[in-house]
């Protein structure tokens, strides 16, 4: 197994993407810390879901938002599995608000745990990397949202391009530590986030007739590119970006 030994930190993993890459590192060996917000029904079947293969993992209540849970986090973390080889910053929210009704508090609470928890889960993490002289892998959850804009998504669209730019700049100052740090852009993928918004059957029809591969994503197809960036094959790829959106992207015409 690919990660076999490694110790593997996954934000906002009781549900959707980060659920799925929690299984999958599970599955290729890794420990695993799920990270929730309170939403421990769903963390635990993350965690018995991997413990049904004979996978190792923990679940670890701490808002991404909040320093002192994210401190907690990894200190749960280090107690447990004792340091931190891979780091995957997916928490976020991304409620649908026209630009008109995007108030104060909504911009600030979309950049604080979308943006600020991928700076703070980032920089407690690179903290054990560094100390520990191991190297490590740091891959975020941006979007496709980070290269285009979307009409009701004027307060999460720039976190997306945010967490691009995180990554670029911390490639080049964590390179040296061999710390990698890179971005995975999904296009649209059924979870949670959007399951209200793609119940409107006349946007669903819209968004899929824009694919070419013609589906919305899974979990699961996010799942393996960041099992991939974790791997050992992905030990020269940092500052990077992969867009997985099946086409979507390049469908102007
Ligand atoms: N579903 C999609 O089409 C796309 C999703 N993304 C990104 O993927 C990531 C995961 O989203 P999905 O799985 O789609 O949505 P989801 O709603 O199923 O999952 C979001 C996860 O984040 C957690 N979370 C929310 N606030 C948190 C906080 N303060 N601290 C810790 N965890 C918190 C939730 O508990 C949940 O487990 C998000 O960053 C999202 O922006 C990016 C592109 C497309
Ligand atoms: C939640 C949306 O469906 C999703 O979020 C993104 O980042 C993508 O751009 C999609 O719009």
Redesign the pocket.
Known sequence: MALTGKVAVV?????????AIAIRLAQEGAKVVI???G?DD?ALETMSDIQKFGGEAISVK????SSPEVEFLFRETLETYHTVDILVN?????PFVDWFEVTEDLWDRVHA??LK?AFLCSQYASKIMRDHHHGGRIIS?????ALVGGGLQTH?TPT?AGIRSLMQSLAIVLGPYGITCNSI??????????RDHYADKKILERDVNRIPLGRL?T?DDIAGVAAFLASDDARYITGADILVDGGLFVNLQ
């Open positions: 934000s906002g993993a009781s549900r959707g993407i980060g659920r990270d929730h917000p939403d769903a701490a808002d991404v938002s997916n928490a976020g929210i991304c745990i979308n928890g959850i941006s979007s496709i949202s999460y997306k852009l999904p296009g649209s993928i059924l979870t949670d986030i959007n994503g979990p």
